[in-house]
């Protein structure tokens, strides 16, 4: 009785994993977010931490620029 019951056990996992398989290859694409990898980003100017005005171009370095946006859980 017991072996019967590990093996049914074992058998309802074993389907129950197959199909969570089956559904999460059915789901839609997640659609790209932002600027494909190569495009310029549009020009902008925002104010800094200190109240200087600043535009893609004064943050501009030697090899282009970087900018990161970070949310912070606690905002």
């Known amino acids: 009785m017991k072996i019967a019951t590990v093996i049914l ?7 129950f994993g197959a199909k969570q398989k089956d559904a999460s290859t059915k789901t839609a694409p997640t659609p790209s977010i932002g600027l494909e990898i190569g495009t310029p980003a549009p020009a902008f100017s925002l104010r800094d931490q200190f109240g200087r005005e600043q ?3 004064s943050l501009k370095g030697r090899n ?3 900018i990161l946006f970070f949310r912070s859980a606690d905002w």
Do not use: D, E, W
């Open 9 to 15: 056990l074992l058998a309802a996992s074993l389907a």
């Open 55 to 57: 535009t893609n171009q």
């Open 64 to 66: 282009g620029t970087v």
